[in-house]
């Protein structure tokens, strides 16, 4: 209080001191001048509020002021989830005003490497340097994720059934309320999934890139593989981009395991984006004792440009055990030995060889296989242009999904959709 008088004395001073500046002016006629101002002047816009003002984010029932970070839960409405645990929502609210970023993992419960990624990106921001918003979901699929399975209950994917609806399956209702309660707040997403049934990915971001917001958000990763993938009706991506929300796929490593490696190269990739997309500053500006580098030689800086390829799914003719003889992100030649098969009765090897040069970019783990079992995929290196010129080819086939489940929720096999 003692502070808020003495302030008020300093302006009633000031504005008496201003008024004893200008004579009394005696009362006259319609053509009398007005008096003078007495006080202080303040500019026309001193009550007007910043254009970059950063105003509470309304979420989940609560509200994250600026410059903070807040857990929230979610839980799926109409009971759907009240035996198991709330999914966690870690939103960091930036001091500056910015887009909003939404990181999403464990949409399948088994794939764990996307839970590390998002936990350590959401809790590692800081909140009073970020420019914008950061909404990160570690664990969508709760009920998969405690029992260590990609699926629902019901043996539903939920990365078949967004946006969802209020009365269809268990399966649609979760990814509806998920989607309301969380995407409708995002201005960009990012999906992290990794191979299944035993498959392992290079990290690698997948895109429709015959969307321009889509292809736009694709170049902001680093250097990152980027392959072009449609995605199919109920994915997350898919549901997202289509409400105006450019969406991809990142993809790292394997189900069910920790890959020290993938986890800090979706890290790194997606610090990228958010230094790319103005979020944060580059770390890359600054050097010694926190001292800035001159401006103009961080403008020289070239940024890291993405990765674009073609890919295709090399299979297995044979069925036995499947040896690899190559590894995740390794360069092959055409013809050149990728693994082989062995026939446990027969004492028969069978090799598979690459059709064409390339680069790992996933892989089957070694395991039993059947005949027409997808176990190489390979990538070749392209341009961007090209990329989106065969993307929007109708004509063009493109398998990323090496083998669907036989379910009566699964795609149609012959679609050769993603497996995300």
């Known amino acids: 209080m003692k502070y808020a008088a003495a302030g008020l004395a300093l302006l009633l001073a000031a504005g008496a001191s201003r008024a004893q500046d200008f004579p009394v002016q005696p009362p006259g006629g319609d053509d009398s001048p007005p008096p003078p101002p007495i006080g202080l002047a303040l500019p026309e816009d001193f009550l007007a509020p910043p254009s970059d003002l950063v105003t509470p984010l309304a979420i989940l029932d609560r509200l994250v002021v600026p410059g903070t970070r807040m857990q929230l839960e979610w839980r799926p409405g109409g009971g759907i989830s009240a035996a198991e645990i709330p999914s966690p929502v870690v939103v960091t609210r930036g001091a500056l005003s910015g887009p909003v970023l939404c990181l999403v993992a464990g949409v399948h419960g088994d794939e764990i490497n996307g839970v590390e990624i998002v936990r350590r990106l959401a809790h590692g921001i800081d909140p009073t340097r970020l420019s914008g918003t950061v909404i990160g979901v570690p664990i969508v699929n709760v009920h998969g994720y405690s029992r260590g399975t990609r699926y629902l209950p019901d043996r539903r994917d939920l990365n078949r059934y967004f946006p969802g609806s209020r009365s269809g399956s268990i399966a649609s209702r979760i990814a509806n309320g998920f989607f309301q309660d969380i995407i409708s707040h995002c ?18 971001v997948r895109a429709d890139l015959t969307r321009p917001e889509v292809l736009e958000f694709s170049r902001h990763f680093g250097n990152t593989v980027v392959l072009h993938s449609p995605g199919n ?5 898919v549901a997202a981009t289509a409400v105006g929300v450019p969406a991809v796929t990142f993809e790292a490593g394997a189900p069910a395991r920790l890959e020290p490696e993938e986890i800090a190269q979706a890290v790194a990739a997606i610090e990228r984006l958010m230094v790319q997309t103005g979020m944060r500053e580059d770390p890359a500006a600054a050097e010694g004792a926190g001292l800035p580098l001159d401006p103009a030689v961080v403008a020289k800086r070239p940024d890291p440009a993405p990765i674009f390829l073609d890919s295709r799914w090399v299979r ?4 036995g055990l499947l040896i690899s003889e190559v ?37 089957a783990l070694n395991q039993s296989v059947l005949p027409g079992y997808a176990a190489f995929h390979l990538g070749t290196e392209t341009s961007e242009q090209q990329a989106v010129e065969e993307a929007a080819d109708p004509d063009e086939v493109i398998e990323d999904d090496p083998d669907p489940v036989d379910r009566p929720d699964a795609p149609d096999p012959a679609v050769g959709e993603d497996y995300e």
């Open 187 to 204: 201005d960009m997403l990012v999906d992290f999934h990794t191979g299944s049934f035993e498959r392992s990915n290079l990290p690698q």
């Open 233 to 237: 009706k109920g994915m997350l991506r």
């Open 316 to 319: 297995a003719n044979s069925g």
């Open 327 to 363: 590894t995740l992100g390794q360069r092959v030649q055409s013809g050149q030995r990728l693994g082989r098969v062995i026939d446990p009765v027969a004492n028969v090897e069978r090799y598979i060889l690459a059709p064409v040069a390339g680069r790992v970019i996933g892989m």
